[in-house]
């Protein structure tokens, strides 16, 4: 027997549990002043609306958030954590769902940042991914 917390986080294509991710980073954003912006790539529905927003400039691979620091920027890209669950038989902890991962894409725009001075790129896993960085920066 599993103890499992939720049965999903996915419902029509959205993984709710990176959404999760991504609320606690802006609330704390903006609770500490920065300027940034979301790019709800996830909420195209339609193929019509995916492609009027490649029109408009949309990039596939972007971040779900950019924000602006002293001389660049900090692109984020939120991915749901490794969740582990306590299989009751045994008593140990056992991984119930993989860490969530970068598509080729999100790689391939990642490289172009951060070759760029002053631009940087972290994937966050959890709100302390993003406190660490500005600890640092």
């Known amino acids: 027997m599993t103890y499992r917390s939720k049965q999903t986080n996915y419902h029509n294509?959205?993984?709710?549990?990176?959404?999760?991710?991504?609320?606690?980073i802006v609330?704390?954003?903006r609770?500490?002043?920065?300027?940034?912006?979301?790019?709800?790539?996830?909420?195209?529905?339609?193929?019509?609306?995916?492609?009027?927003?490649?029109?408009?400039?949309?990039?596939?691979g972007a971040p779900d958030l950019i924000v602006w620091i002293p001389g660049g920027t900090l692109s984020i890209e939120?991915?749901?954590?490794?969740?582990?669950?306590?299989?009751?038989?045994?008593?140990?902890?056992?991984?119930?769902?993989?860490?969530?991962?970068?598509?080729?894409?999100q790689k391939a725009f990642q490289e172009r940042v951060t070759s760029t001075p002053g631009h940087y790129y972290l994937v966050a896993k959890d709100l302390q991914d993003v406190i660490r960085f500005f600890e640092y920066v």
Do not use: H
């Open 78 to 105: 939120c991915k749901r954590p490794e969740k582990r669950v306590l299989n009751m038989k045994t008593g140990n902890m056992v991984i119930e769902q993989a860490a969530g991962r970068q598509s080729a894409e």
């Open 27 to 29: 609330g704390w954003l």
């Open 31 to 60: 609770y500490n002043g920065y300027l940034f912006t979301s790019i709800p790539a996830g909420l195209f529905v339609s193929a019509k609306q995916q492609m009027l927003a490649t029109k408009l400039g949309y990039t596939a």
């Open 13 to 24: 294509g959205r993984n709710y549990a990176e959404d999760g991710i991504q609320k606690l």
